[in-house]
């Protein structure tokens, strides 16, 4: 009887520590942060930020969000009406991998497993090298559910600025304010 209750409370503590240990193991992204550059931690809340607009690539969905600084810029607007995105500006973009949408009467894209959530700062004092801007992203793996920075961010956050060179007269930002 004694070896029986020994036995049952040594798995409730196994059981208890795997579980532990499982909770232990989950990853804070808000710890992560691109070399010499941004962190998640800077990001806070973007889930709950204002569309700017969405994109759509061969393999992808994306969905751009901005902050209010940001937001307020494009409806003044910035870039187009000549003047810079204001110091604070940022910006995210999520990344899915699309499926076909099966239960739609038509024919419909939606996402499927989360790809990658990129970062954009405007922060002149932090990045004077790159016109203010500062670039990170990190890559999601379903299999593991964590983030970490792909070969891309290891430059920290210069990473995407000589792609964004291109739009350097747009204030080094592709995504444009579309009308609503």
């Not at 550059?37 to 061969?58: M, R």
Request: glycine share 6%.
């Amino acid at each position: 009887m004694e070896a029986r209750k020994l036995r049952n409370s040594v798995m409730v503590v196994v059981a208890l520590a795997a579980v532990g240990g499982i909770a232990v193991a989950a990853q804070d992204r808000f710890t992560l942060q691109v070399p010499d550059g941004l962190a998640f931690s800077e990001f806070k809340g973007y889930e709950t930020w204002q569309s700017v607009a969405v994109s759509d690539t061969e393999g992808s969905i994306k969905t751009i969000l901005a902050n209010s600084v940001m937001i307020n810029a494009y409806r003044n607007g910035a870039p187009d009406n000549g003047k810079p995105f204001p110091e604070g500006s940022k910006i995210v973009k999520i990344e899915w991998v699309k499926k076909k949408n099966t239960l739609s009467p038509y024919f419909v894209e939606i996402p499927d497993s989360l790809k990658t959530v990129s970062f954009i700062e405007k922060d002149s004092s932090r990045f004077p090298k790159t016109h203010g801007w500062a670039y990170a992203q990190f890559a999601y793996d379903v299999a593991s559910a964590t983030f970490k920075p792909p070969a891309l961010s290891s430059s920290g956050a210069t990473c995407g600025y000589a792609c964004h060179s291109a739009v350097a007269a747009k204030d080094y930002i592709f995504t444009a304010y579309p009308p609503r």
